[in-house]
């Protein structure tokens, strides 16, 4: 791919284009420290994936598999000093495709989620997003009888 740091569509492409050639599964492994765009750079996979088929609308399927990560987003993701939609999981994400090489479908295997977070936060970070979310949704989840954030002693 030259001597330049691979683009991750760059890095897709070769995956897609070695699975159509070569017919054997592919795997892209995102890794880095913190803060250096593992979670944006996953779903800009899965977007270069949904487009590439060649058809100019999703399939059913692979707008779920992209409207997959804001819900994992909100579930395991939360605000950090370095990062303001930290991920505090692991996930490992395989895209199923056809024998035309579109989308079929993913499954997806989460792991070590940073559990603590629900009952600690060190000083400038927040629990996980999905709780700041129900809250600030409190009118329409009444049956849940939630309260503002400031009342809930683990969002503060």
Do not use: W
């Not at 303001?84 to 090489?101: C, P």
């Not at 936060?121 to 979310?133: G, K, L, S, T, V």
Request: aromatic share 10%.
């Amino acid at each position: 791919m030259g001597d330049l740091e691979p683009h991750i569509f760059a890095v897709a492409e070769e995956a897609y284009t070695k699975l159509e050639r070569e017919q054997k599964d592919q795997a892209i492994i995102v890794s880095g420290e913190s803060g250096a765009g593992k979670t944006v750079s996953a779903k800009n996979i899965m977007l270069y994936f949904a487009t590439v088929g060649g058809a100019s609308t999703k399939t059913q399927v692979e707008k779920k598999v992209l409207a997959s990560s804001p819900i994992m987003e909100a579930i395991g993701n939360a605000k950090t000093t370095r990062n303001d939609n930290s991920s505090r999981f692991g996930k490992f994400v395989e895209i199923h495709f056809d024998e035309q090489y579109h989308i079929q479908g993913a499954s997806m295997r989460t792991y070590l989620l940073e559990k603590s977070r629900v009952m600690f936060q060190a000083p400038d970070e927040r629990n996980y997003h999905i709780f700041y979310q129900m809250c600030a949704a409190r009118d329409q989840l009444k049956d849940l009888h939630l309260d503002h954030q400031d009342k809930f002693h683990y969002l503060n």
